[in-house]
């Protein structure tokens, strides 16, 4: 079976993380702060504040802004359901926009129509990789003083306008999860270029405490921490940033070998007639997840995973559209009738680091079966 990722360790990651353990140091400490540097230096921000997820580094985001009951944030609804439920973390209420088909991103176009005045962010997901237009979003938003927050889960690796996405951010947050490029089994980050909110993100992320545990060990002197606000214990283990390190140092021969194989898989696909995921004019995806889409008049979604399946390739259906999940029962919404299509008529292809050729070319043979045979 080939499988649809399979994240990428090696040795020297266990190296490095069976050196964290053998420091004694084995939660948040110096390798954390090295990671939060590094990692925040190569998408081009002032600031890295790692937290345990990029579901906890979202909800840090919102509730940084001061956002809470009776406020809402506009948010898509094709996503991973964790971005919508940040803002209920909050008690505010998300609000979904739909998203063009080409990107599967939010547009000011898309999100225009669901502004209102109790409106008080926005965040934007660069869906699977594929940046989302932000300066055209920035625009709509900042003149009306609504933030403009980016979950950058998917999108280490991916440019803007030649530049790494969230160089620029006002908050972006990242995830580290196997399912993505880069990954510390769990582990997420904030980004910003505000010095200030990058002191309160530490602060939240660990108690509320004036002085973190770490710099209290290392400090020499005797230190009473005072805890200022009631926060959250959302820090990331120095045995994560240790495989985080070595990660980040293998990026960019990720993203090359990523794109390599989109190409490749452009090629193939283009001769049975299917189309993919590809760049926007304005930047370029890391291909965290290469989706296609299905023919209009062949078979289903849940028939070209079970075709698939039957010969040898784990495929999945297309990202989640948050509001036909039980959890959003009752929510309200404008109709999504773009997400609502995109959601069921899409299906992501197995894309890793180690893909062979021919494995490449057994998905594409498997594919062009089953829409033919189904
Ligand atoms: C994976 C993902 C998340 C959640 O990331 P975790 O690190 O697992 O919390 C949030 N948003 C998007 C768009 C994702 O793809």
Same mark, same amino acid.
């Given at each position: 079976?080939?499988?649809?990722?399979?994240?990428?360790?090696?040795?020297?990651?266990?190296?490095?993380?069976?050196?964290?353990?053998?420091?004694?140091?084995?939660?948040?400490?110096?390798?954390?702060?090295?990671?939060?540097?590094?990692?925040? +230096?190569?998408? =081009?921000? #002032?600031?890295?504040?790692? %937290?345990?997820?990029?579901? !906890?580094?979202?909800?840090? &985001? $919102?509730? /940084?802004?001061?956002?809470?009951?009776?406020?809402?944030?506009?948010?898509?609804?094709?996503?991973?359901?964790?971005?919508?439920?940040?803002?209920?973390?909050?008690?505010?209420?998300?609000?979904?926009?739909?998203?063009? +088909?080409?990107? =599967?991103? #939010?547009?000011?176009?898309? %999100?225009?129509?669901?502004? !209102?005045?109790?409106?008080? &962010? $926005?965040? /934007?997901?660069?869906?699977?990789?594929?940046?989302?237009?932000?300066?055209?979003?920035?625009?709509?938003?900042?003149?009306?003083?609504?933030?403009?927050?980016?979950?950058?889960?998917?999108?280490?690796?991916?440019?803007?306008?030649?530049?790494?996405?969230?160089?620029?951010?006002?908050?972006?947050?990242?995830?580290?999860?196997?399912?993505?490029?880069?990954?510390?089994?769990?582990?997420?980050?904030?980004?910003?270029?505000?010095?200030?909110?990058?002191?309160?993100?530490?602060?939240?992320?660990?108690?509320?405490?004036?002085?973190?545990?770490?710099?209290?060990?290392?400090?020499?002197?005797?230190?009473?921490?005072?805890?200022?606000?009631?926060?959250?214990?959302?820090?990331?283990?120095?045995?994560?940033?240790?495989?985080?390190?070595?990660?980040?140092?293998?990026?960019?021969?990720?993203?090359?070998?990523?794109?390599?194989?989109?190409?490749?898989?452009?090629?193939?696909?283009?001769?049975?007639?299917?189309?993919?995921?590809?760049?926007?004019?304005?930047?370029?995806?890391?291909?965290?997840?290469?989706?296609?889409?299905?023919?209009?008049?062949?078979?289903?979604?849940?028939?070209?995973?079970?075709?698939?399946?039957?010969?040898?390739?784990?495929?999945?259906?297309?990202?989640?559209?948050?509001?036909?999940?039980?959890?959003?029962?009752?929510?309200?919404?404008?109709?999504?009738?773009?997400?609502?299509?995109?959601?069921?008529?899409?299906?992501?292809?197995?894309?890793?680091?180690?893909?062979?050729?021919?494995?490449?070319?057994?998905?594409?043979?498997?594919?062009?079966?089953?829409?033919?045979?189904?």
């Amino acid at each position: 079976m080939i499988p649809v990722m399979r994240p990428f360790l090696g040795e020297e990651e266990a190296l490095a993380a069976a050196e964290a353990v053998r420091s004694g140091w084995v939660a948040q400490g110096p390798r954390v702060r090295e990671f939060e540097e590094s990692f925040a +230096a190569s998408v =081009g921000a #002032l600031h890295g504040v790692a %937290v345990s997820s990029c579901t !906890t580094g979202l909800h840090l &985001a $919102v509730h /940084v802004l001061g956002i809470g009951p009776g406020d809402e944030v506009v948010v898509p609804s094709l996503s991973f359901i964790a971005t919508a439920n940040s803002v209920r973390y909050v008690g505010a209420t998300p609000v979904f926009a739909d998203i063009e +088909a080409e990107t =599967g991103n #939010l547009t000011a176009a898309t %999100v225009e129509p669901v502004l !209102t005045d109790r409106t008080r &962010a $926005v965040m /934007v997901v660069h869906q699977a990789g594929v940046p989302a237009d932000v300066d055209a979003i920035k625009a709509l938003c900042e003149p009306r003083g609504i933030a403009v927050i980016e979950d950058a889960a998917c999108a280490s690796g991916s440019t803007y306008k030649g530049k790494p996405v969230g160089a620029g951010a006002l908050l972006a947050a990242w995830s580290f999860h196997p399912r993505k490029l880069l990954t510390t089994g769990e582990g997420g980050m904030v980004t910003t270029d505000d010095a200030d909110w990058a002191v309160r993100l530490k602060r939240l992320r660990e108690h509320g405490m004036s002085v973190s545990a770490a710099d209290r060990h290392h400090g020499g002197s005797a230190v009473i921490e005072q805890y200022l606000e009631t926060a959250f214990n959302y820090r990331m283990t120095d045995i994560q940033a240790a495989v985080g390190l070595v990660q980040l140092s293998r990026m960019d021969a990720v993203i090359a070998r990523r794109r390599e194989l989109a190409a490749r898989y452009h090629e193939l696909l283009d001769g049975i007639g299917v189309s993919a995921v590809t760049d926007p004019e304005y930047g370029t995806t890391n291909y965290q997840s290469f989706w296609i889409r299905l023919p209009e008049d062949g078979p289903d979604q849940l028939q070209v995973l079970s075709g698939l399946a039957e010969r040898g390739v784990s495929a999945r259906r297309g990202i989640m559209a948050s509001h036909l999940e039980p959890a959003y029962d009752g929510h309200p919404s404008a109709p999504l009738p773009v997400t609502e299509v995109f959601t069921a008529r899409t299906v992501i292809l197995p894309l890793f680091h180690e893909l062979t050729e021919s494995e490449q070319d057994k998905v594409v043979s498997a594919l062009a079966d089953t829409l033919h045979t189904s």
